[in-house]
Structures are given as C-alpha cells and as structure tokens.
C-alpha cells in the first residue's frame, strides 16, 4: 500500500510535465519504447509461460509483436496533443488534453502483450501511468515495463512517469486504484478485479468474461469456418478473453461440421466424458479450474484419461443446454468448445444469446455464414459488440484480422456493465475540450400573447429585435437593469477569538492543541461578535466532512461520527466507517 501511494505520488508529479509536451517529443518516446521492446518479444514470451504456466511461446510472441508493432503503427499518426480537430463549417475547435494519472491492472493470461499495449496507448495520450501485475505475472510484466521504460526514459521521459508496483498484493492493487492521484483505471482481469475497479470511485475500463459463441449457418464455407474456430480456440491455448467457447451448427450441415471439425484438429468426447471433464474443468464456484488454464488439449485429455489422436487441438463436447446444469456452458479459458446442434438461423439466434447471457454479454461473437440478411440479422439483435464474420473471434476482434481498432482491452458497453463497447485506445484516455465561435446571434422576440395564453402559436414571428428585451443595447429607452445592493461587510473577528473558536472545533475532532483549553478563558468578543459557548461533548449538529482520519480518530477515542444527509464523506472514510460502525445518522437513517 506503501509502494502504491508513493508510485502514484511520483506519476502525479510527472504528469503535470508530461501533460506539458508537444506531439514531436510524445510521438518521439512513444517510437523508442515501442522500437525496444520489440526485439525482446520472444525473450518476453518465453519469461510469460515458465512463470504463469499458461499459453504457447509461438502465440505470446505474435501477441506481443501486436502490440508493439500493429498497435503502434495504429496510434502512431493519431494527434493527442493540442488541436486534434476542427469543424469550419460549426466553428468548433478540438483540444486534446490528457485525463490524467492511469491506474493499469494487468492480467496473468496475457501478461507481457497487455503491458506492452497499456504503456503505448497511455504516453502516447500523455498519461502517466503505474502498472499493477498480476501477482503470477510479476517477473514477465516487470520486465516489460523496465525495457520501455529505460528506452522512454532515455527519449525524454519525466521521472515517474512509468511506474509498476514491485511487492503485488490485493489490497497494494486497491490502493493503487482508490488513491487521490489516480484520475482514470484500466482493468483487465477476472470479474472481481473489474467490479472492484468499478467501485473505486474513479472512471473506469474494464472487461468482462468473453464468453463467445460461434454459429455456422447452413451457407457457410464449412470448412474453413470449423478451421478459423479451431485456430481461434487453440491461439495461446484458449486464454484470450474473446477466444471462442462454443459452436452453434444449423442441423442440416451438422455431420459436415463434424468431419471438418475432425480434420482440423478438434476431438468430439463422449458423454460420459464430458461429463468427466466438466466435474474436473469446472469449480463449484463456476469456474475454470486454474489447473487448467491454458493447458493444451492433449494436456486436457490426459489428466482426464482419455486418449486423443495426435494433433489434437481442441476438444469439443455436445451439450442439450445453457446454464448452471450445463457447467461447459461458460467461458473455459482453454481448448475446450461445447457444442450445439440447432434447427435454424433463428433457433441458432436464439441460443447464442443465451450463451452470451450466462457469461458473455457485450463481449465478442462470431458468424460464418455467406447469407448477408442472416448476417445482418445477428448485427441487428446479439447483445455482442463485436461480431466478426466469416474469421476467428480471437484475432478478428482484437483487430488482427479484421479493420476494428487493435487493442487488448475489449469494451462490453451497457450489456456487460462497462462504460463503452469500444476497443480501447489513446482516444479513451483524452479529454476533449472544445472552442465554439458564435454562429448566429441571439433572437428574442416579444412574447406571444396566442402562444403564453392559449397554447397557439401565430402565423408569423414577430420581428427579431434587441430592443424587446429589458436592458437591450439597439438605442432603446429601456432603463438599465437594476444592480444588487451592496453585501454589508461584516466586522472584524479579533485574532484571539477566531483562535478561540478553532481550538473549540479541534476539540471537537480529538485534536486539540497541546495547552490549548478551548472555552476554559474565551477572549472578549470583539465589536458586534456574540461570545461563543463552550463546546458540547459531542456535536450538536452533523458534521459537514469526514475524511479517513476523522474516522481513525473516532475509532481510537471510541466515539461516533454524527452525519447527516449533506455531509461530505470521502470514498476511504465511507469504506473504513461502515467497516468500523462509527456512523451515527441524523434524521430517518438513525
């Protein structure tokens, strides 16, 4: 907690230089942070398996030259600095400034890459930024922050401007995101971390579980659909949050997905042993076995005792339904699909919303269809923002095969409870303020007598004119309005009575200062100034503020903390209070 407040403290000094830069020296650091970290990609990879356990070195690398390579060529010509935009014809003029201090939470399933795309996108919007790691990925994630910030650091970086938090703690990461420093969290983890974000008092991104399903309908290519659904359930074995997890096949075409299914690598179980694995994949909590996570198929397939051909990349498991009697239902975070045999495109509609509805909303699907009404049709009404047609969800929804914006933190907008359905870029992390010129002037026309009595408007408008209105400056003889009397100026308080007065309200809080004896020799009131009571032993009235210290103070003198309807409470104060019961409310709270 410590090390997170100190981190935040050395961001939030950098970030009052950092916001100060022009585009040259940000697109400048943000060049040599990307061109130093590319060369490790592999370095980094390898470094991300050996110490999470999950994933494929092959697939991480790729991972991470995407976001070295894909996502800088992407935010490299994006104007974050000063004037972004103007609209002649409105007479609005765009500025850019930078929303402040980023809070980054990183998770252990792609640890290095989600470093690596966080860094980029928050200089290159003029944030200062501190990492959270995952306590799995701490080395990995370490790392990538070091070599781009040695490379920014040398491109003329402030101090402090890229921080990472080296003892990783939950209660370090709630710090982190609570502190005052902190203006905007980007989350990306399980749903606790992300509702823990969202709790944090601050403006928040952050993803929820993926979830995806996949339908084939009956046009589609169906080999290459069951070939792209593979390739996307196997990428980094399974751990991407937009991987797919299951497949919808119409009837007429099911036996042909099989075959293609069988030829591309993916193993249909038997009942019963998917019934095995659902009881050894699955936690009582409804959850992926981490065990599991991101472990191969054939890895899968032996500590569940089966035997697989070999080359088998995914294991497929038919189910009648979704939900909690159906536990492969939801998102598995390895190569393992459930699969459903639907009548139609409609029924097909049907069941991939209530895949997305058990865990999935907001987040990605896929179609392979070659029907451009049945396409549109899924565009129309799944409650997925990404829908990605005819590719895999796992590359076209990060924008590696599709033209969406590269990223690695996904938004799942109203349906999946986060604040946009974008995919996350510097954009996301500017304020945008605006200069608007007049662009007509102000008409008021006298009122209408058929509009203010009867509701009726007349035929014609009057006239616009500035003498109608009181006070108008067209050479009317309106008198001039009227100006507010004078505020009469109080008289002065004596230094010894607003002393007075101070050392009563200290009192009050368990802060009295040393000699001080508040009401024990109040001073003589000054002229028109009413001598003050000596103070009540606990506050009349509610206070007006409460901050984390007044809480402490209360709990150690074992005293209440009278507040009312209007008491400002700060987020810390409110959460160490309830915790403590030291609240007292006036009114019908009590």
């Not at 020296?25 to 040599?32: E, G, K, L, P």
Request: proline content about 8%; glycine content about 8%; hydrophobic content about 45%.
């Amino acid at each position: 907690m410590a090390e997170a407040r100190a981190l935040v403290r050395r961001a939030s000094a950098a970030q009052a230089l950092l916001a100060e830069f022009t585009q040259p020296q940000i697109d400048t650091i943000v060049d040599a942070m990307a061109a130093a970290v590319t060369p490790h990609a592999e370095a980094l990879a390898r470094l991300a398996v050996e110490e999470t356990g999950f994933g494929v070195v092959a697939d991480k690398v790729q991972k991470n030259l995407f976001a070295s390579g894909r996502v800088h060529a992407f935010i490299r010509p994006m104007a974050t600095v000063g004037v972004v935009r103007r609209d002649e014809a409105k007479r609005i003029v765009e500025i850019a400034e930078p929303f402040g201090v980023v809070a980054a939470i990183v998770p252990s399933t792609n640890p290095t890459s989600t470093a690596i795309y966080k860094l980029l996108i928050s200089i290159k919007a003029r944030c200062a930024v501190v990492l959270s790691p995952h306590p799995a990925a701490a080395r990995c994630i370490t790392r990538t922050a070091e070599i781009m910030h040695e490379a920014a650091r040398r491109a003329g970086l402030p101090d402090g401007a890229i921080g990472w938090m080296t003892t990783v703690t939950l209660e370090g990461t709630q710090e982190l995101m609570k502190a005052r420093e902190v203006s905007v969290i980007l989350a990306t983890g399980g749903m606790g971390l992300v509702r823990a974000a969202y709790s944090a008092g601050k403006p928040a991104y952050g993803v929820g579980p993926g979830n995806a399903p996949c339908y084939i309908e009956s046009s589609a290519d169906v080999s290459k659909a069951a070939r792209d659904i593979v390739a996307g359930k196997s990428f980094d074995h399974g751990v991407l949050c937009s991987s797919p997890n299951s497949v919808v096949v119409d009837r007429a075409i099911d036996e042909e997905v099989r075959r293609a299914f069988a030829a591309h690598g993916g193993h249909f179980l038997s009942a019963a042993q998917g019934e095995a694995l659902a009881k050894l994949l699955i936690t009582p909590q409804r959850l992926p076995n981490p065990a599991l996570v991101g472990k191969s198929a054939a890895a899968i397939a032996e500590r569940l005792g089966v035997a697989v051909p070999a080359g088998t990349r995914a294991l497929l498991v038919e189910l009648a339904g979704v939900g909690r009697d159906f536990p492969l239902s939801i998102e598995k975070l390895c190569p393992v699909l459930s699969y459903y045999v639907v009548k139609d495109w409609r029924e097909g509609c049907e069941r991939c919303k209530q895949i997305l509805r058990y865990g999935g909303m907001g987040h990605t699907m896929s179609i392979h269809s070659r029907n451009e009404a049945v396409i549109l049709e899924f565009g129309l009404h799944k409650p997925a923002f990404r829908i990605v047609v005819n590719t895999p969800t796992t590359h076209g929804s990060i924008g590696l095969t599709t033209g969406l914006d590269p990223a690695m933190t996904l938004g799942c907008g109203g349906f999946g409870g986060n604040i946009t359905s974008d995919n996350i870029s510097p954009r996301h992390l500017l304020n945008i303020k605006r200069l608007a010129y007049g662009i007509r002037d102000v008409d008021a026309p006298a009122p209408d007598p058929d509009v203010a009595v009867t509701g009726r408007a007349s035929a014609t408008l009057p006239p616009s004119s500035a003498s109608a209105v009181p006070g108008g400056s067209t050479g009317s003889s309106q008198p001039p309005l009227p100006k507010p009397p004078a505020r009469p100026v109080a008289d002065p308080v004596p230094a010894a009575t607003l002393a007075s007065r101070i050392d009563q309200f200290l009192a009050t809080r368990g802060m009295a200062r040393p000699g001080s004896v508040p009401g024990a020799s109040t001073p003589p009131a000054g002229p028109g100034v009413a001598t003050p009571a000596a103070p009540a032993q606990a506050p009349a009235a509610p206070v007006s503020f409460v901050c984390e210290d007044d809480v402490r103070t209360a709990v150690k003198e074992g005293r209440k903390i009278l507040v009312g309807e209007r008491t400002i409470i700060t987020p810390a104060a409110r959460d160490a209070g309830e915790a403590a019961r030291v609240f007292t409310w006036e009114g019908w709270r009590l």
